[in-house]
């Protein structure tokens, strides 16, 4: 077993150790954190309005469109 302390690609190092991917991954693991435990929410109450439950699944969506935007961005900048 190990963790993933730094990516090298194309003679670029990226320490995941450093402050702004602490950030990051903080700000994602709460994203999907409340993405996931409303989708499960909207699943399990089947009374919840179909408006509401659209919503959620919007939410979950969009956090995990902006997580791999930027994702992509910090892996693909040069």
């Known amino acids: 077993m190990g963790?993933?302390?730094?990516?090298?690609k194309d003679q670029k190092i990226y320490k995941l150790d450093s402050m702004p991917w602490q950030i990051f991954n903080r700000i994602i693991g709460i994203a999907f954190c409340f993405a996931i435990a409303t989708r499960s929410i909207?699943?399990?109450?089947?009374?919840?309005?179909?408006?509401?439950k659209n919503i959620i699944s919007s939410v979950y969506k969009l956090f995990?469109?902006?997580?791999?935007?930027?994702?992509?961005?910090?892996?693909?900048?040069?």
């Open 64 to 78: 995990s469109l902006i997580s791999n935007k930027i994702l992509a961005a910090l892996l693909l900048r040069k």
């Open 42 to 52: 909207a699943h399990e109450m089947p009374f919840l309005p179909t408006p509401l």
């Open 3 to 8: 963790k993933v302390i730094q990516i090298k």
